[in-house]
Protein backbone atom coordinates (compact mmCIF):
# COMPACT_ATOMS: atom_id res chain seq x y z
CA UNK A 1 0.00 0.00 0.00
CA UNK A 2 1.27 3.46 -0.56
CA UNK A 3 0.24 5.97 0.99
CA UNK A 4 0.65 10.02 0.13
CA UNK A 5 0.95 12.97 2.80
CA UNK A 6 -0.18 15.61 0.96
CA UNK A 7 -0.21 19.62 2.06
CA UNK A 8 0.51 22.59 0.11
CA UNK A 9 4.07 23.58 0.39
CA UNK A 10 5.31 19.63 1.32
CA UNK A 11 8.41 21.25 3.30
CA UNK A 12 7.32 20.40 7.00
CA UNK A 13 4.28 18.85 8.20
CA UNK A 14 3.85 16.41 4.99
CA UNK A 15 7.49 15.57 5.17
CA UNK A 16 7.12 14.53 8.82
CA UNK A 17 4.32 12.45 8.33
CA UNK A 18 6.45 11.03 5.62
CA UNK A 19 9.42 10.11 7.36
CA UNK A 20 7.91 9.33 10.38
CA UNK A 21 5.63 6.97 8.28
CA UNK A 22 8.00 4.86 6.86
CA UNK A 23 10.29 4.89 9.82
CA UNK A 24 7.66 3.00 11.33
CA UNK A 25 5.90 1.30 8.81
CA UNK A 26 6.17 -2.99 7.92
CA UNK A 27 7.83 -3.87 5.11
CA UNK A 28 5.27 -3.51 1.84
CA UNK A 29 4.30 0.30 2.99
CA UNK A 30 5.35 3.12 1.82
CA UNK A 31 4.80 6.79 2.44
CA UNK A 32 5.40 9.75 0.26
CA UNK A 33 4.75 12.99 0.29
CA UNK A 34 4.14 16.20 -1.95
CA UNK A 35 2.51 19.64 -2.03
CA UNK A 36 0.22 21.15 -4.50
CA UNK A 37 2.06 24.67 -4.32
CA UNK A 38 5.65 22.98 -3.14
CA UNK A 39 8.38 25.30 -1.44
CA UNK A 40 10.78 23.52 -3.23
CA UNK A 41 13.27 22.82 -0.11
CA UNK A 42 12.37 21.10 3.62
CA UNK A 43 12.06 23.27 6.71
CA UNK A 44 15.55 23.35 8.46
CA UNK A 45 13.62 22.75 11.70
CA UNK A 46 11.32 19.71 10.60
CA UNK A 47 14.91 17.86 9.26
CA UNK A 48 16.33 18.55 13.09
CA UNK A 49 13.33 17.70 14.58
CA UNK A 50 13.37 14.19 12.61
CA UNK A 51 16.73 13.87 13.15
CA UNK A 52 16.65 14.43 17.10
CA UNK A 53 14.17 11.57 17.60
CA UNK A 54 16.31 9.28 15.02
CA UNK A 55 14.08 9.05 12.16
CA UNK A 56 15.94 9.14 9.04
CA UNK A 57 15.59 11.76 6.21
CA UNK A 58 17.91 10.92 3.48
CA UNK A 59 16.53 11.16 -0.19
CA UNK A 60 13.41 13.08 0.90
CA UNK A 61 12.57 16.09 -1.20
CA UNK A 62 10.07 18.86 -1.21
CA UNK A 63 7.92 18.01 -4.37
CA UNK A 64 5.13 18.46 -6.52
CA UNK A 65 2.13 16.04 -6.50
CA UNK A 66 2.00 16.16 -10.42
CA UNK A 67 5.28 14.09 -10.26
CA UNK A 68 4.48 11.39 -8.43
CA UNK A 69 6.80 8.44 -7.94
CA UNK A 70 4.02 6.01 -7.71
CA UNK A 71 -0.08 5.93 -7.35
CA UNK A 72 -1.42 6.40 -4.10
CA UNK A 73 -3.66 3.93 -2.65
CA UNK A 74 -4.54 6.56 0.13
CA UNK A 75 -4.14 10.09 0.12
CA UNK A 76 -3.82 11.57 3.66
CA UNK A 77 -4.21 15.88 3.85
CA UNK A 78 -2.20 17.18 6.85
CA UNK A 79 -2.90 21.25 5.98
CA UNK A 80 -5.15 22.88 8.68
CA UNK A 81 -7.92 23.62 7.19
CA UNK A 82 -9.76 25.18 10.42
CA UNK A 83 -6.98 27.47 10.15
CA UNK A 84 -8.25 28.68 7.11
CA UNK A 85 -5.53 26.99 4.63
CA UNK A 86 -6.56 25.82 1.97
CA UNK A 87 -6.02 22.18 1.25
CA UNK A 88 -5.73 20.79 -1.92
CA UNK A 89 -7.69 18.17 -3.39
CA UNK A 90 -6.02 15.14 -4.71
CA UNK A 91 -8.25 13.93 -7.81
CA UNK A 92 -8.08 9.67 -8.29
CA UNK A 93 -9.71 6.71 -7.04
CA UNK A 94 -8.16 6.46 -3.99
CA UNK A 95 -9.09 6.43 -0.43
CA UNK A 96 -8.55 10.22 1.33
CA UNK A 97 -8.74 11.50 4.69
CA UNK A 98 -8.14 14.48 6.62
CA UNK A 99 -5.53 14.38 9.43
CA UNK A 100 -5.16 18.33 9.97
CA UNK A 101 -2.57 19.37 12.16
CA UNK A 102 -1.40 23.76 12.94
CA UNK A 103 1.66 24.21 11.08
CA UNK A 104 4.46 25.20 13.08
CA UNK A 105 6.51 26.80 10.56
CA UNK A 106 4.26 29.61 10.89
CA UNK A 107 4.58 29.96 14.69
CA UNK A 108 6.03 33.29 15.52
CA UNK A 109 7.59 34.04 19.07
CA UNK A 110 10.31 32.26 21.09
CA UNK A 111 13.03 30.07 19.46
CA UNK A 112 11.06 27.31 22.87
CA UNK A 113 7.76 28.68 21.34
CA UNK A 114 8.60 27.13 17.80
CA UNK A 115 10.00 24.15 19.49
CA UNK A 116 7.46 23.42 21.37
CA UNK A 117 4.96 23.80 17.89
CA UNK A 118 7.49 21.71 15.99
CA UNK A 119 7.51 19.01 18.79
CA UNK A 120 3.44 19.22 18.86
CA UNK A 121 2.81 19.02 15.31
CA UNK A 122 5.51 15.56 15.28
CA UNK A 123 3.48 14.10 18.14
CA UNK A 124 -0.01 14.59 16.87
CA UNK A 125 1.18 12.86 13.40
CA UNK A 126 3.10 10.17 15.20
CA UNK A 127 0.20 9.27 17.48
CA UNK A 128 -2.20 9.01 14.44
CA UNK A 129 0.42 7.66 12.64
CA UNK A 130 0.53 4.53 15.29
CA UNK A 131 -3.01 4.46 15.77
CA UNK A 132 -3.08 3.76 12.09
CA UNK A 133 -0.47 0.95 11.98
CA UNK A 134 -2.56 -0.78 14.96
CA UNK A 135 -5.74 -1.43 12.19
CA UNK A 136 -6.28 -4.45 11.28
CA UNK A 137 -5.39 -2.90 7.82
CA UNK A 138 -5.64 -6.46 5.83
CA UNK A 139 -9.25 -7.11 6.98
CA UNK A 140 -10.02 -3.11 6.29
CA UNK A 141 -8.04 -3.38 3.05
CA UNK A 142 -11.45 -5.74 2.17
CA UNK A 143 -13.72 -2.90 3.52
CA UNK A 144 -13.50 1.07 2.04
CA UNK A 145 -16.24 2.27 4.29
CA UNK A 146 -15.05 0.96 7.45
CA UNK A 147 -11.46 1.85 6.49
CA UNK A 148 -12.65 5.73 5.79
CA UNK A 149 -14.79 5.86 8.93
CA UNK A 150 -11.60 4.53 10.87
CA UNK A 151 -9.08 7.08 9.40
CA UNK A 152 -11.60 10.00 9.97
CA UNK A 153 -11.79 8.66 13.76
CA UNK A 154 -7.48 9.05 13.79
CA UNK A 155 -7.86 12.54 11.83
CA UNK A 156 -9.34 13.64 15.36
CA UNK A 157 -6.68 12.18 17.56
CA UNK A 158 -4.34 14.34 19.50
CA UNK A 159 -2.03 12.31 21.68
Not at 57 to 63: A, L
Not at 98 to 121: L, Q, Y
Request: proline residues 6%; aromatic residues 6%; hydrophobic residues 40%.
Amino acid sequence: MNVLFLCTGNSCRSLISEAVFNHLAPAGWKAISAGSQPTGRLNARALALLASKGVPTEGYYSKSWDNLPLTPDLVVTVCASAAGETCPAYLGPVLRTHWGVDDPSHVEGSEDEIDAAFERAHAILRARIEAFLALPLGELAQDRVRFKDELDRIGKLLP
